[in-house]
């Protein structure tokens, strides 16, 4: 899926509480949840011991971190949406709302729906844009995550 191009601040804000765009799928390997546990140190086994998980765990696979969600933020918004407005510098900002609704289970494909909630002008000669991102498994009622994503622009 090609993502919606948009060239302008004007263009932008005429997207504002409409779905701008929707990113590919995207697989959730074991290897990339392991790669992520490793580089986040969180290793708790319900992520890395498949067995375990499979036994144990309510999810009876082994899930995603959420944190492993939160850091796709970047290429699935980026799939979904290229803003093409010159800028010196993009930053990330935070986060307005954050939730986990529902785990990813390893080899779960998940995509982000993004909406442009508002975009507002921040001192430093920028502006402040509240992505709505709801980010979708494959298959599944509830989505991994939902979130209100904070990103600054500066010209």
Do not use: C
């Amino acid at each position: 899926m090609a993502a919606q191009t948009i060239e302008s601040l004007d263009e932008l804000k005429t997207w504002i509480g409409k779905e701008a765009g929707v990113s590919d799928w995207l697989t959730i390997t074991q290897e990339r949840i392991n790669q992520f546990a490793a580089l986040s140190e969180d290793l708790q086994w319900i992520h890395v011991d498949i067995e375990r998980a499979r036994r144990e765990s309510p999810f009876g696979a082994p899930i995603a971190h959420g944190f492993l969600t939160v850091a796709l933020l970047t290429r699935l918004v980026g799939d979904a949406v290229e803003i093409r407005v010159p800028s010196k510098l993009l930053v990330n900002y935070g986060f307005n709302r954050l939730r986990f609704p529902a785990p990813v289970p390893a080899g779960s494909r998940i995509r982000a729906r993004v909406t442009p909630n508002s975009v507002n002008e921040v001192s430093g000669g920028g502006v402040e844009v509240a992505w709505g991102v709801v980010v979708e498994i494959e298959n599944h009622a509830k989505p991994a995550l939902a979130a209100e994503w904070l990103l600054r622009m500066y010209f």
